[in-house]
């Protein structure tokens, strides 16, 4: 079963607007992690935001962290039409050497020129 | 540098057969984990393998089984396949923890 959650389910958007994801988790982790996948196929690693941080930047993602309500929040500014893709958030419940990540059921993102 | 490697990238498969898919981790990585991702659904943990080893599990019966090779690859096998087992299944690997590569995962249609 998956712990996550996300939202919205699905997202469509003008180019150049600015796309804000949500992500609800059930469980203590360690790191939080978002997953960009185009048309079903790999998942491309995006950011990776620890317990202890807060906010994190990378190139026009924002990702935000917060473990007291147990959400995260991805930001892509200045959307282009190359981002349209699903994003997944993921979270790592590691335990006892044991590495295993959560995803959510994800966010469908469409760019429109 | 390699990322991670599956094939086949498609196959189908008729119901009750069995399969086997395999995975090349990135060079350097030693643990390999196996998803599957239903249509439309976000992946889900199968198990992890470390030094040939299966170290953890998810909710994923027995018919669903795998191996690690000393050179860190892995193969997973699905018995007596159902049309629910139909997935892209996705191999990820790592080393110690934190940060995955997953491949571009094999596409199974079970008819």
């Known amino acids: 079963s998956q712990q996550g959650e996300e939202d919205p389910q699905a997202l469509s958007i003008q180019e150049g607007e600015n796309a804000t994801m949500n992500c609800s988790y059930k469980?203590?982790?360690?790191?939080l992690q978002w997953y960009r996948q185009n048309s079903g196929r790999g998942l491309v690693h995006l950011i990776l935001?620890?317990?202890?941080?807060r906010e994190k930047h990378s190139g026009r993602l924002r990702v935000t962290l917060d473990t007291s309500k147990k959400s995260s929040s991805l930001l892509i500014t200045a959307s282009r039409a190359a981002d349209t893709a699903s994003y997944f958030c993921?979270?790592?419940?590691?335990?006892?050497?044991?590495?295993?990540?959560?995803f959510g059921q994800g966010t469908r993102l469409t760019i429109n020129p | 540098d390699a990322g991670v490697t599956q094939s086949p990238t498609h196959l189908i498969k008729t119901r009750g057969q069995q399969v086997t898919l395999r995975c090349s981790p990135k060079?350097?990585?030693?643990?390999v984990s196996w998803y599957q991702q239903a249509l439309g659904q976000g992946p889900q943990f199968i198990f992890q393998?470390?030094?040939?080893?299966?170290?953890q599990r998810g909710n994923f019966p027995d018919r669903f089984s795998g191996h690690q090779f000393p050179n860190y690859s892995s193969e997973l096998n699905v018995n007596a396949l159902l049309l629910g087992d139909s997935a892209l299944y996705l191999c990820?690997?790592?080393?110690?923890?934190?940060?995955?590569?997953f491949g571009s995962g094999t596409r199974l249609t079970v008819v």
């Open positions: 469980t203590s982790i360690n790191n």
């Open positions: 060079s350097g990585h030693d643990t």
């Open positions: 393998y470390y030094e040939e080893e299966e170290r």
């Open positions: 990820a690997s790592s080393f110690y923890t934190g940060h995955y590569t």
């Open positions: 935001i620890r317990s202890n941080e």
């Open positions: 993921a979270t790592d419940q590691s335990s006892q050497g044991a590495q295993k990540l959560v």
